[in-house]
């Protein structure tokens, strides 16, 4: 099966740096690559998606590129702000599979 | 509108015990997912409906756990003869159309189980 590796663990940036989150996989059948952010006690929610057949998506302050050949894919936050502090979960997924392969999480803290 | 609740949002039991969780996913959504999340990890899958069938439920760990979707809403994890290695948040997600083929997945606040 697939197997979705994220670093780092744990990240601390100040108010407004810039925050990358990596991820790599397995499996060259995923082809949907979600994003989600979870924050204590509450269920994760997705912040951005991309699928196999683009190499980057940008929703504002947020961005995600994939590299297909490396199996590897990235989220970018940029001018980040303490209400970004929570746990950054990636996923990769099957075009033919039932389930979303989760990474470990990154615990992000922005520091005012 | 109204998202995917689940209940209780706490569970503590003691070992041996049997508990049920319960899942009301986004209304009209046909797929629906469980994960377990264990401290400090992602979730991992349990189990998949496409309606009331169990399309996939490859990730359930052993007998003890079972998950039913009657009516194709509403699903209930069961969990027999609970065990302290169960303890964890399992959380409930439902999709509008199933299947992983990058279709956005809801999830719920989850339901933290801690046997004793």
């Known amino acids: 099966g697939e197997n979705v590796e994220q670093h780092p663990s744990t990240l601390s940036v100040q108010e407004g740096d810039s925050a990358v989150i990596k991820c790599t996989y397995s499996?060259?059948?995923?082809?949907?690559f979600p994003w989600y952010k979870q924050e204590l006690g509450k269920g994760p929610q997705l912040i951005i998606d991309i699928r196999s057949n683009v190499g980057e998506k940008k929703d504002q302050r947020i961005a995600v590129t994939l590299n297909k050949t490396a199996k590897h894919f990235s989220l970018h936050i940029t001018e980040t702000q303490p209400e970004d502090s929570a746990v950054y979960f990636c996923a990769a997924s099957p075009f033919t599979g039932n389930q979303f392969y989760f990474g470990t999480g990154t615990s992000l803290t922005v520091i005012p | 509108g109204a998202g995917v609740s689940q209940t209780p949002s706490n569970k503590v039991t003691e070992k041996g015990k049997y508990v049920e969780l319960r899942c009301d996913p986004i209304?009209?959504?046909?797929?629906l997912y469980w994960y377990r999340q264990s401290l400090g990890q992602g979730p991992e899958f349990l189990i998949y409906f496409q309606g009331t069938g169990a399309a996939d439920d490859s990730g359930l760990p052993n007998d003890r756990f079972f998950a039913v979707r009657p009516e194709g809403s509403v699903s209930t994890l069961k969990i027999q003869r609970t065990e302290r290695g169960d303890s964890a948040v399992y959380l409930c997600?439902?999709?509008?159309?199933?299947?992983?083929?990058?279709?956005?997945?809801?999830f719920g606040p989850g339901t933290r189980l801690t046997v004793l």
């Open positions: 499996d060259s059948a995923s082809n949907y």
């Open positions: 209304s009209g959504h046909t797929a």
């Open positions: 997600a439902s999709s509008s159309r199933g299947g992983g083929a990058g279709n956005e997945q809801f």
